[in-house]
């Protein structure tokens, strides 16, 4: 790959930053398309975060992402905020605008995205959300604006799904969504559950965990999503499938969160099928490291 004094420049922000595959993935795709683009790290300590955004701006910056633990702690510095980042309260990109940059979430976006393609579909779903921190909220947004029937939403501390639950019936102005601690998982009416593990439950290196333990949970949940992708089959969704439904990891949503970015930086330019797999093929070989 050829860098020259006219490419254009993104980075992603975070503390630390050296684990990312973001790097990785964006000069992947940039080598695939031919594209003039460079993508860098950008280590960034809590007392420079508003110098960071301030500095990437004037540095001429096209754009960054942003992870943790600053996807809610940029948003005061930014000049525009997307109505679904506004919703969710947390922006994972950001697309360089006069004077400043515009924030946008595209944690949502690459779930559905990752779900569609897997051919689960939300609208009309029942649907169960595991968990209420902020990758809960990303999704909770997702079911609601793609039209799930009811989104319940279990948690271990019941108040803050609670709190999820409100803030996204007043988002959507209707009554869809309501809130159950996790240990009262019995009390679940019968259905065919679509479910969204949000937790870090099950992650690595505790792999053997899953947020419910209990195999007779598992029986009424038909498909599944977990968003974590390491490893590549949680706990999670083994016992999803060994009570006979579907279930998909966490490796695509990362990937098309990450080419959702891609495109907005670059507008006009798409990661085709193709290039998509040849990212999954690298991402995997990457988490076996
Ligand atoms: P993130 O932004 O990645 O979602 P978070 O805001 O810290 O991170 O949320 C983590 C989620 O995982 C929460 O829903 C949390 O439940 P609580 O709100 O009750 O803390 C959930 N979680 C973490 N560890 C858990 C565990 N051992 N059992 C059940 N839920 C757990």
Redesign the pocket.
């Known amino acids: 790959m050829i860098i020259s004094g006219k490419a254009k420049v993104c980075g992603i922000m975070a503390y630390p930053v050296e684990h990312s595959f973001s790097p990785l993935m964006h000069n992947f795709y940039a080598r695939e398309l031919g594209l003039d683009f460079a993508y860098v790290p950008f280590k960034v300590p809590e007392d420079q975060v508003e110098a960071a955004i301030k500095g990437a701006y004037a540095l001429n910056l096209a754009g960054m992402n942003i992870t943790v633990p600053y996807k809610q702690r940029v948003i005061p510095y930014l000049k525009d905020l997307d109505p679904a980042a506004r919703a969710i309260g947390a922006v994972n990109t950001l697309v360089r605008v006069e004077g400043g940059f515009k924030g946008h979430n595209t944690d949502g976006p690459g779930l559905w995205r990752a779900m569609k393609e897997a051919g689960l579909e939300i609208k009309g779903r029942d649907c169960l959300l595991i ?6 909220k990303a999704a909770a947004y997702v079911l609601g604006s793609q039209e799930a029937a009811s989104v319940t939403i279990l ?3 019941e108040s ?1 799904a609670r709190e999820l639950a409100l803030e996204m019936n007043r988002c959507f102005g209707k009554d869809f969504m309501t809130a159950m601690a ?1 240990e009262d998982y019995k009390s679940l009416p019968d259905r065919q559950w679509l479910a969204v593990q ?4 099950g992650m690595h290196p505790h792999t053997g965990r899953a ?1 419910v333990e209990d195999k007779a949970f598992y029986r009424g949940i038909s498909c599944a999503v977990d968003i974590v992708y390491t490893p590549a089959r949680t706990r999670f969704m083994a016992m999803v499938e060994e009570a006979g439904g579907r279930a998909i990891g966490g490796l695509d949503m990362l990937i098309y969160q990450g080419i959702q970015a891609f495109e907005l930086w670059n507008p006009g330019c798409l990661v085709l099928p193709e290039v998509v797999e040849k990212a999954r093929r690298l991402m995997r070989k990457e988490l076996e490291k």
């Open positions: 968990g209420a921190g902020g990758a809960a948690n271990r501390n803050r996790l949000t937790t870090s439950v947020p």
